[in-house]
C-alpha cells in the first residue's frame, strides 16, 4: 500500500521559513518524480513545485521562484521543500505527490491529474 504522509507545517510569520518533508512508501519501484501542490481556503488546487527521480531538475511556479526549494533524500525516500521569506498568500494546506515517471513536460508536471499518489497534507498559515 502506498503511502505520503507529510509534515512540517505550521503557524509562522510574514518572512518566516519552514520546511515541509514528505516520507514516501510502499511506491512500485524507485522511478517517480515528486511535486508538491497546495489548496487555500476557496481555491482550486495549485502547482508549486516538482522535483526528478534523480533529484537533478526541478521546476517551480513563478510565485514561489527563489523563495522555495524542492529537495529529495532517496536514501529516505523522503521529499522536501523549504519556504523562506513566506507571505500571507502562501496560507494553504500543502500536499505532497508522486508520479511513476522520472520526469516530464511543463504541462503534465503541474497537472495533478498526472500524480496517482497523493499525501493528506499539513498546513500552512502565514501570519501578516
Known amino acids: 500500500q502506498v503511502q505520503l504522509v507529510e509534515s512540517g507545517g505550521g503557524l509562522v510569520q510574514a518572512g518566516g521559513s519552514l520546511r515541509l518533508s514528505c516520507v514516501a512508501s510502499?511506491?512500485?519501484?524507485?522511478?517517480?518524480?515528486m511535486a508538491w501542490f497546495r489548496q487555500a481556503p476557496g481555491k482550486e488546487r495549485e502547482f508549486v513545485a516538482a522535483?526528478?527521480?534523480?533529484?537533478?531538475?526541478?521546476y517551480y511556479t513563478d510565485s514561489v521562484k527563489g523563495r522555495f526549494t524542492i529537495s529529495r533524500d532517496n536514501a529516505k525516500n523522503t521529499v522536501y521543500v523549504q519556504m523562506n521569506s513566506l507571505k500571507p498568500e502562501d496560507t494553504a494546506l500543502y500536499y505532497c505527490?508522486?508520479?511513476?515517471?522520472?520526469?516530464?513536460?511543463?504541462?503534465?508536471?503541474?497537472?495533478?491529474?498526472?500524480?496517482?499518489?497523493w499525501g493528506q497534507g499539513t498546513q500552512v498559515t502565514v501570519s501578516s
Open positions: 505527490a508522486a508520479a511513476a515517471t522520472a520526469w516530464a513536460s511543463r504541462a503534465t508536471l503541474i497537472d495533478g491529474v498526472s500524480y496517482a499518489y
Open positions: 510502499g511506491l512500485p519501484n524507485s522511478n517517480y518524480r
Open positions: 522535483i526528478s527521480r534523480s533529484g537533478g531538475s526541478t
